[in-house]
């Protein structure tokens, strides 16, 4: 009999609480991977794949083996091999991660592969994130500023501002709306939408970037499971548990019980570590990354109907807007400004399918972590239980992951099985 084609799903996601937690980032990833096991209604038995990106708070050497060493999974003393690796992309690592897994389920076989971040850099003291962060991006041949990384992003801004296609309003738009979206998310930590007026006047941090229009501080942790559809139907198929009428079923979480999500594509493509001297279009990746993961899921943006957009800084939204097709080019400001009037007074969750969560900007960022907060609320709109906040008839959804300063670029797209 051949096998029926298998496809690769996320089975199961979790999230720690947001906030200044006080706890290690290996203590948020544990919790974090605990819960997504949970609703993929598997144990940590059944993984034989981990994918962890580093943390700024508490780095280990080889991140993944060293959270892989302390759940149990290594040494591995059951049947076959276990597969664990770091990634480091920045924040693009989750969904890196993300597609790594899922080349671990086509390619290696591996049957169920986490995927994990955590971070705590909101209980880090501000001296110290900033030293760690600096070092990080500081280029020895244009040193920017400090704090490096929102000095960066803010040398894009200026050099889109002098193009004239963007009024500095209109960066600030950003900051609003991601906003007005985390007031509706109930994990979010900007629980009350800002005013223009607000984000205009809170703290300069650089030129163009005022303290609302930065990524905003969080400890965090997330974790997702990524399975062949095949190892969710026959492996757990064995898996039955018998009710008291004689009844069969299997003991899959809530997440795997509806058949996961399914990853139809992705892309890669990686850009300098620092801002060249003279910025230009050749720093970007991720119109090259879209291009890759449209291609492989064979789709056009008008097929999908959510978006995830990274967004530490206003700018990087904006130039995703464009690369990932919601927009044509030159036009995101004009049509940031229509989404900010739009939805001014009260709107649908439907005139604005993107960052539903409310992004970097307003759900909260626990350094490399927010990307996989996109996947999950790709995830809960895709199945519907995005309470209070769900786009009508998501089927497929686009998730984008930044890292560095535009220095990496990961993108996924996921739909609900057919
Ligand atoms: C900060 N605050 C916000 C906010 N940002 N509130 C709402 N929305 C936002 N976006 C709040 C804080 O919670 C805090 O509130 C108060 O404002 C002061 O913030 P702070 O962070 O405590 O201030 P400070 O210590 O002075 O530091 C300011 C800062 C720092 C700008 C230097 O916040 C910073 O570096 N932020 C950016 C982080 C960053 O760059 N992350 C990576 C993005 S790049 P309260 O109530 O506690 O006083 C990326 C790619 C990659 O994602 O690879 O990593």
Redesign the pocket.
Known sequence: MPQPVSTVRIVGYGMTALG?LGRSASELMREALQKSLRSAGLQMKDLDGLVAVPSLSHPHFMEAHYLATQVGLLPHRGPGSVRVRTID?????PVSGLLEAARMVKDERCQAVAVVAGDA??SLA?PE??AR?DQ?CRDPENSLP??C??HG?DQVAQWQLRQGLLSREQLAMV?VL??RQAAKHPLA??RKA?SLEDVLR??K?APATN????????DGGAAIIVASSNFMDEYMGHDLVSSEDGVSSARLGPVAATGGLVVLGGGEASGPLYPPEEIDESMFSCEAAAASAFSEAQLLPEDLQWFGL?D??PI?FLRALEACGVTPKGTAGAWVEEMFWKTESGYDAGDFPINTHGG???FG?P??V?AMYNIIEACEQLRGTATGRQVPSVRRALVYG????F??SAVAILAQPV
């Open positions: 200044k992309t920045g924040g693009a690592g850099v909101s501000t994130f900033l962060a990080g400090s704090p990384i929102p992003y900051s991601m906003s930590l900007t800002h809170s703290r941090i303290l609302l229009e930065c990524a905003r501080r969080a990274y530490c800084y990087c970097l900007l307003a960022a350094w490399e927010p930044n890292g560095g300063i220095s990496h």
